[in-house]
Structures are given as C-alpha cells and as structure tokens.
Nanobody, 129 residues
Framework: QVSLEESGGGPVQSGGSLRLSCAAS????????VAWFRQFPGKEREGVAF???????TYADSVKGRFTISLDNVENTLYLQMDSLKPDDTAMYYC???????????????????????WGQGTQVTVSS
C-alpha cells in the first residue's frame, strides 16, 4: 500500500514563509515523478511545482522565485518551501506522485506525464493580509 501524507500547512501572514512536507510510505519517492498542486475553492486543482524524471524542477509562473520544491531521499520526503507568501496563495495544497517510465532501448527515463496516480489528503495554507 503506497501513500502520501502532507503536513506543514496553517495560517501565516502575508510575506511570511511555510514549508510543506510530504512523507511517503510503501515506496521510495526518488523512483517517482513528484509534484505539488493546489486547489482554490470552487476551482480545479493546478500544478505548482514539479520534479521531472531527470531531476529538473519547474514552477508555475505565479510561484516562480518564491517557492522551492525539493526531495530528501534519506527522509523519503518531498518538500515545498514557500516564501513571500501572498493572500492569493491561500489554498489546499496536495503532493502527488507517478511512476517513472524507463526506456530500455534508449537507456533513460521518459519525461513525466501530466497524470499523477497517487495523491495525499492535502494540507490547508491560509495567508492573511
């Protein structure tokens, strides 16, 4: 049974920082594509930060320069460091994972797809002005 569990959310004032954690059990995160998503009330979930199969990180334009995604392979935990928080960052934050796909003929991992199969339960971040 594989699972993800987020923590670290909570209330924070505008300009402040939070670090979200996503602990994995049942598998090793470094073998997976991982990402953070968020969902605003009444809206669809949107991608915030991604680690691709080759370790490349990408960010949504709205968080670029303020958020940092990282993976601690020893702790088997995914992190999202959020700095310079704004009220517009108020949302439920989720971590997600998908299996990496390996090309045996090419000897490399394929880039991650847009489909994530495993999700955490979410952690609420509330930024007050």
């Amino acid at each position: 049974q594989v699972s993800l569990e987020e923590s670290g959310g909570g209330p924070v004032q505008s300009g402040g920082s939070l670090r979200l954690s996503c602990a994995a059990s049942g598998y090793t995160l470094k073998s997976f594509c991982v990402a953070w998503f968020r969902q605003f009330p009444g809206k669809e979930r949107e991608g915030v930060a991604f680690i691709d199969s080759d370790g490349t990180t990408t960010y949504a334009d709205s968080v670029k320069g303020r958020f940092t995604i990282s993976l601690d392979n020893v702790e088997n935990t995914l992190y999202l460091q959020m700095d310079s928080l704004k009220p517009d960052d108020t949302a439920m934050y989720y971590c997600a994972a998908q299996s990496k796909r390996y090309s045996y003929t090419g000897g490399h991992f394929y880039p991650c797809s847009n489909t994530y199969s495993t999700w955490g339960q979410g952690t609420q971040v509330t930024v007050s002005s």
